[in-house]
């Protein structure tokens, strides 16, 4: 079966500072791979998506970047965090199937910047 | 652009009564819905999915109905138990590989 990996699981980091997050996949092979936000008692926003390695779409312009180094490997990187940058953090990952989208989560990541 | 909502942000219910939980769509040319639980610190799980071409689809205590006509879904739980708890969220997509659109959750209380 198919499970997805994220760590870690909470984050506090000073403003300034760098940021990676790592998300792997198991079980499957060329997943297409998510990082949303979530801000709190909010729904989620899509920052990144992948359909392959080396393949990043952005959707909204910001201090944030996506890295895919390996088939189930996703990063979400950062150089410098901003107070803004707080939030809940969420990794995805799909079938590489056009006909449905299910999007499968991982536990998230709580990133608190101060 | 598309914008998926819901209509209450907070719902509470009596233990073993039925749940309705709504949600509206903007886009038209959304063909996927998906809703999700949410349990609190955790990530969305997946519950039932439907596709345009349906209007209904049930799952395990738990229907989904589609109106296209309205641009509106709704998920019913049946015998709704404190496990059912959580924030429960709609989400488009249009059946490429790009992300899904979530509306904002609603928050489902369930009372003893």
């Known amino acids: 079966s198919q499970t997805i990996h994220q760590w870690p699981a909470t984050l506090v980091q000073p403003v300034g500072s760098p940021l990676s997050l790592e998300c792997t996949v198991e079980?499957?092979?060329?997943?297409?791979l998510y990082w949303y936000r979530q801000a709190a008692g909010r729904g989620l926003q899509l920052l990144f998506y992948?359909?392959?390695?080396?393949?990043i779409s952005s959707e909204v312009p910001q201090n944030l970047s996506a890295s895919r180094p390996q088939d189930r490997q996703f990063i979400l990187s950062s150089k410098k965090l901003l107070l803004s940058d707080s939030g809940f953090y969420l990794c995805a990952w799909s079938i590489s199937d056009l006909a449905k989208n299910i999007q499968y989560f991982g536990a998230g990541t709580r990133l608190s910047v101060l | 652009g598309e914008s998926v909502g819901l209509h209450l942000p907070t719902l509470s219910v009596q233990e073993g009564d039925n749940s309705i939980i709504n949600c509206a769509y903007s886009?038209?040319?959304?063909?996927?819905f998906i809703w999700y639980k949410q349990e609190s610190g955790k990530g969305p799980q997946f519950i039932i999915d439907i596709r345009s071409n349906m209007d209904k689809r049930q799952g395990q205590r738990v229907t989904v109905l589609l109106n296209k006509t309205v641009k509106h879904l709704s998920l019913q739980i049946a015998a709704t138990q404190p496990g059912d708890s959580a924030v429960y969220f709609c989400a488009s997509a249009g059946g490429g590989a790009d992300g899904l659109t979530f509306g904002k959750g609603t928050h489902l209380i369930i009372q003893p």
């Open positions: 079980g499957t092979s060329n997943p297409n």
């Open positions: 992948s359909v392959g390695i080396g393949q």
């Open positions: 886009n038209s040319a959304s063909d996927y």
